[in-house]
Each structure stands twice: as C-alpha cells, then as structure tokens.
C-alpha cells in the first residue's frame, strides 16, 4: 500500500519503518506475549525499551553527561509553567518572542516570575528573527527562554544564541519542540531543552527534557512533584507512570535515525543533510514561481515548518482539495496566519516533497 503524504504540522507523520516494526510487534513484543501497552513500566522489558531509547537519544544527539534526559508528560505547553516552576526561583527570566509559541510561553511563566521581553519581532509579523546583540538581558534573569523553531511562523534558529558571548550568564532554555533531532544541538549553549515528540519523534503524550544538572534542584515549593525535574531524574522518569508506548515508539524512532546515511554523514548529519535538501527544493519553488509566496526572511526560514500563500486567495480551496486528491494531505495553514504550510519533519521523504512541488508547479500553470 501507498501511503499519502501528510504535511500535518503534529501530530505529524512518522517513519513508515517504524509504523511497520510498532505493528509487527503490537501484540507480542520479543516474545514477551504483551503489547508494549501492557506491559508495566517497573519490568524488566519495559525497563530494557527505556534505557535503550535514552542511551539512543544521548548517542544520536551527543548529549553530554551532565545533562539528563527526561521523559515527562504535558506537552510543550505544560512546560512553558513547569520550567518556571523548576529554574526562576521566584526570581525573573528573559524571554525572546519570535511567534505564537515564544509568546504563550512568556504569558503562561508571568504566573510564576517576573517576565521581561528581551526582544520581540511582532512589529514585523514573526517574519525575521532580532540580531542577538539587541536583545535587553538582565543580570539577574534566572534563565532565558527562546523558541528555536516557531511552527507556526516558519521561523527557525539557525544557531543558538551564545548568551555568554552576550555578557549574560543565565542558563539558555529553547522550546525545540518542532525541531528536535532534525539537526546537531550546541549543547554548551543550552541550559534545559524540551520539545513535545508529536512532529519529529513519534505519537503525542511524551515530552522530552533534556537538562543541565546543575538546574535540577531548585523548583519552588509549590511546583508538583510530578513536575520537579529532581524528583523525575532520581527516578528515571518513573515517579509516576509513564507515557510507556510513545516512549516506546520514540525509541524506534531514534534506532530509525541511528541508521540513517547520506555519503559520509551518519545519524543527525545525515538527517540534517536530508531536511536542508528537502527545504531548499520546497523554498526554491515557491520563490521561484508567481502565485506562491513565503513570507520569512531568508536567513531563518524554517527547515520544518514552510507556510506559503496564494497570491491569489480565492484559490485556496481548489488548491486543497486538488492536493488531497493527490494524496498531498493537511496543507492548510494554522489558521492564526492562514494560506498554506506544509510542514516537513524527519520522517517526509525527499519523493513527499518532490511530490508536493509538482503539484505546486501543475497548479500554477493550470490556473495561467
Ligand atoms: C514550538 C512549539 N512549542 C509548544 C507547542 C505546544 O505543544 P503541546 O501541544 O505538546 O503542548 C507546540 C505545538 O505545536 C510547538 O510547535
């Protein structure tokens, strides 16, 4: 069977090999006679399932050793209140607001701690990214948050911030939700990451954390235990249950990009080889032609996340049913920004995108 190509921006798709794997072993994994869904998280098979996907993950991603790694559960969101929670203090953190989801994040943490924008690109509709040397950072800032790829916008982090480089020596907290395992991460930049699995890892209901240690122990009194990242790394994630079978197809996921290969590159190189190959073809057409349009400027157009418009908006309907009829699925912008975006994860194939620029080309000369 052919599958569709789905755009969607998360949950998103995943690799077909790990579809294939996660169906093969549903009701009988290595023999155990469980589902992975049956299995508790305190034996020892599940136990095996989730050292091998955080041994996997600190492999793919070379995470050093004095960071841990979490798996949480609330999503992105829930940690826009939990990091603050855990590394303010009380005290304040600096946000940098590039779109919707810096945004929430800096609403949702004025709950918790004194807030400050360090820099904002709202004036110019969350199309471009501030230059790092305008951004207003407090001394005493308990943290900086920034999102390094906003799926809503398009806008991507083609570095992280050096904030030592900046004078300021809290620690760095990206929201890499969109963006995690799609290229190398410059750990010793980065004081806490955390991202939902849903658009590159696997099923919705793990959030991944990867933390300094130096910032476990510091959660305010009234942060829930549930939520203390002290009280989740001293128990490897197993303070309460965890979401078993993502974590379970997330580990498929990490062995899947473990192999993956483009010439010399292995792994994350090779992945990140794979998604500028498959950005370049996508952006290059729409810039290239004279009824779509991508509103981000050039040099921090998003890898993942590629929203486009219509010059010509009446069309928009045609243009989405004639894409589904060609199996081009969930192309519909978010609808805070309208027109189109067609997210492409880890998993969208080079022939996905190939597909879709086909059929962005065919429209066009169809409707001269
Ligand atoms: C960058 C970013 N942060 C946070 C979130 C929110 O994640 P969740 O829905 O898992 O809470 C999303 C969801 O799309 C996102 O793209």
């Known amino acids: ?7 969607s921006a998360g949950p998103a798709n995943l690799p077909e090999a790990v579809l294939q794997q996660a169906a093969a072993e549903m009701l009988d994994w290595h023999g155990s ?55 303010s203090r009380g005290g304040s953190a600096d946000f940098v607001v590039t779109g919707s989801w810096s945004d929430k994040s800096q609403k949702e943490a004025r709950k918790y701690c004194d ?40 806008v991507e982090f083609q570095q992280l911030p050096d904030l030592k480089g900046l004078g300021s020596d809290a620690p760095l907290v990206i929201d890499f939700s969109s963006q995690v395992a799609s290229r190398p991460v410059d750990w010793s930049r980065v004081g806490l990451a955390f991202g ?9 209901g793990v959030t991944l954390v990867v933390v300094r240690e130096d910032l476990l122990d510091h959660a305010l009194p009234v942060c829930p235990s549930a939520f203390n990242y002290k009280t989740v790394a001293d128990n490897d994630s197993m303070y309460n249950t965890p979401p078993t ?19 010399e590159a292995t792994g994350i190189e090779a992945i990140e ?9 996508l952006y290059d057409a729409i810039d290239n032609s004279q009824l779509y349009l991508n509103k981000v400027s050039k040099d921090c157009r ?14 928009n309907d045609a243009f ?49």
């Open 320 to 368: 989405l049913a004639g894409a589904k009829a060609r199996g081009l699925l969930q192309l519909k912008g978010h609808k805070s920004v309208g027109g189109m975006r067609a997210s492409i994860y880890n998993a969208m194939p080079l022939a996905g995108v190939q597909a879709l620029v086909s059929y962005l080309q065919e429209f066009e000369q169809k409707q001269a």
């Open 1 to 7: 069977m052919t599958r569709p190509f789905n755009f």
């Open 115 to 154: 807030v400050q924008i360090a820099a904002t690109t709202e004036s110019s509709a969350f199309t471009s990214l501030p230059p790092t040397a305008s951004w207003q950072l407090r001394r005493n800032a308990s943290y900086v948050h920034v999102c390094t790829n906003e799926t809503i916008h398009g």
């Open 33 to 87: 006679g469980m589902s992975v869904m049956e299995m508790s998280h305190r034996g020892k098979e599940f136990i095996s399932i989730y050292e091998n996907a955080e041994a996997d993950f600190r492999e793919l991603m070379a995470v050093p050793n004095n960071f841990k790694i979490l798996f949480m559960q609330g999503g992105g969101l829930a940690e826009n209140a939990i990091v603050p929670l855990n590394l």
């Open 196 to 204: 939902g699995a849903q658009k590159n890892l696997g099923p919705a």
């Open 302 to 315: 998003s890898r993942m996340n590629v929203p486009f418009f219509l010059r010509d908006e009446s069309r």
């Open 273 to 281: 080889k794979h998604n500028v190959a498959k950005a370049q073809l």
């Open 245 to 263: 079978y993502a974590i379970y197809i997330a580990g498929l996921t990490f062995q899947w990009l473990k192999r993956q290969r483009e010439g």
